[in-house]
C-alpha cells in the first residue's frame, strides 16, 4: 500500500483496488506500470453511447495509434483520459494516476482535434504561453521552442499572429502547444490532418525520436500510411474496439494486406 502510494497512486486508486480482492491488486500493478491503463471504459450521451467498455494497456514508450470510422469514439476516448469529460462508468489510469488526473498534470500532453490555441497571440507566444502554464523553467523554454518550431516548419512565422496563419499552420503549431513541456505522455488527436505529405514525414520522424526517449504516444489517425508505423493498433468501430494488436498482427490475424482491409474483415466479424 505505502509502495503504491509512494509511487504516484492516488489513494482512491489503490484502496479500489486493493479492497477487489487478488485480480484488483494484479490490475492496480498493471496500472502503475502502464502509461495507459483503462478498464470498460464508457461514456453515454443520452441513448449514444459513445464508447463502450473499452479496455485500454498500453505500455510506456509505446506509439499507440487508434483508428476508425468518423463518430467511433476516438476523440470521445482521449478527452476521458486527459480528464476533460466524464467516465460514465469504468477506470482508467495515465501513469498510474487515477482519472481524472489532478496532479503530475504536465507529465502529459494533449492535442486536441478542435484548435484550442489563441489566435490574438503570435506562434511564440503561445508556445510560451503554454510552457508557462505547466511551469516549465524559462531557461530551458527558448531551446525547446525552437526545436519545435522547426519540427513544424514555422520558425520564421515565430513572431506571426495566429489568425494570420492558414488552417494547417495552425494546427502545426496546436501540436507544438501540446510537446512544448516535454511531456512524458502525450495525447495527439489527428496530428497531421490537413499537414502535406513532407511535413508529415517530419512529424513521425519526431514522433519516432519522442519514442527513443521513452515517452509514450498516442494518436488517432485517418492515414493507414500512418497506423502502419505504430506499435499497437487499436481498431475501433461504433464505440466498440473492435480488434488491437501490432499492425503485422492485425493484418495476419485477418489474412489481409493492408490494414484497410483488416479493418473492415474485423468490422464484417463482429457484425452492424
Ligand atoms: N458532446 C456530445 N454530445 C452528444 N454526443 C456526442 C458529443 N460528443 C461526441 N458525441 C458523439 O459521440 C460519438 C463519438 O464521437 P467522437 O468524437 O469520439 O468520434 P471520433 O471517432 O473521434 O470521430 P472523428 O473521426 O470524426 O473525429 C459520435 O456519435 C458523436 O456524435
Ligand atoms: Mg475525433
Redesign the pocket.
Known sequence: MIALESAGMDRSASTVALGGGGRSVKRTLEAENDAIHAHRLRKV?DD?V?VDDIDLKIAKGQLYGMI?P???????TIKMLVGLLRLTSGKAYVLGEKVPISQNISRIGYMP?EMAIYTDLTVRENLQLFSELYSIDPKKFEGRADDLLKVIDLADRKDSLVSELSGSMRHRVSLACALVHDPEVVFLDEPTVGVDPELRVGFWKYFADLKEKGKTIVL?T?YMDEAVRCDTVGM?RAGRMIAEGSPKGLMEESGTADLESAFLTFAKKVGS
Request: hydrophobic share 20%.
Open positions: 450521451y449514444l459513445a476508425g468518423n463518430g467511433s469514439g476516438k476523440t470521445t482535434q488517432t485517418h475501433m
